[in-house]
């Protein structure tokens, strides 16, 4: 079935390092690619998405590229910030049935030292 | 916008006992979707609606659990005979689905269940 891989965490950085999260995905079809933000006592938010090959979706300084070739949708930001410390989560939403309903990756907590 | 609104935000309730959350979606949405969330994982999709019709459902959702949405616009999910295992946050999202496609999730702060 479908699924949805993502590096281990947490991730430890300091303030303005680079930041990468790897995420991997296994579909029967055409996934539409998503990355969910979930801050401290909230709910999920969505940071970005990408709906076809090589889109690249980007916010708030993330940006993701929908990689078909090697099934991926690594999260990066250049230069982060305390506030980004978070748990981040890869989805994806399969096309087929068009239910839109998402798969989940396990989440990676990302903590930003200043 | 109000986003979506999840009720009560914590529940704690003995091994055995009936509970029942409700989820206001966003108002212009017709669809809505429950999702259970463990500590360490990522949320699992249990079940979702469009307008009030139940049109898919996830084996993880035993017998013990109900839910509805009777006019298409608030849903409630009950859990019966509840066990310890049930314990965990449960999310409800919504979104708009229409010739143009299906929008992205939104979801609610969540429901934390704690069962004793």
């Known amino acids: 079935g479908n699924s949805v891989t993502q590096m281990e965490g947490p991730v430890t950085l300091s303030e303005e390092a680079f930041l990468t999260i790897n995420c991997t995905y296994t579909?029967?079809?055409?996934?539409?690619l998503f990355w969910y933000v979930q801050y401290p006592g909230e709910g999920l938010q969505l940071l970005l998405k990408?709906?076809?090959?090589?889109d690249k979706g980007s916010n708030k300084g993330f940006e993701a590229t929908y990689r078909k070739e090697t099934t991926s949708f690594h999260l990066e930001k250049g230069s982060v910030q305390v506030s980004d410390s978070a748990v981040y989560f890869c989805?994806?939403?399969?096309?087929?049935?068009?239910?839109?309903?998402?798969?989940f990756g396990q989440g990676t907590t990302l903590q930003v030292k200043p | 916008d109000t986003g979506v609104s999840q009720d009560p935000r914590h529940k704690i309730t003995k091994r055995g006992q009936n509970v029942t959350f409700r989820c206001d979606p966003i108002?212009?949405?017709?669809?809505l979707y429950w999702y259970r969330q463990t500590l360490g994982q990522g949320p699992e999709f249990l079940t979702y609606f469009q307008n009030e019709a139940q049109l898919e459902k996830s084996r993880l959702l035993s017998d013990r659990f109900s839910a509805e949405r009777p006019k298409g616009s608030f849903s409630t999910l009950e859990i019966q005979r509840t066990e310890q295992g049930d314990s965990a946050m449960y999310l409800c999202?919504?979104?708009?689905?229409?010739?143009?496609?299906?929008?992205?999730?939104?979801f609610g702060n969540g429901t934390r269940l704690t069962v004793t």
């Open positions: 579909a029967t079809g055409y996934p539409s």
């Open positions: 999202a919504s979104s708009l689905a229409g010739t143009g496609g299906i929008s992205p999730l939104h």
């Open positions: 989805a994806l939403s399969e096309r087929s049935g068009n239910t839109g309903k998402l798969i």
């Open positions: 990408a709906t076809k090959a090589d």
């Open positions: 108002s212009e949405h017709n669809r």
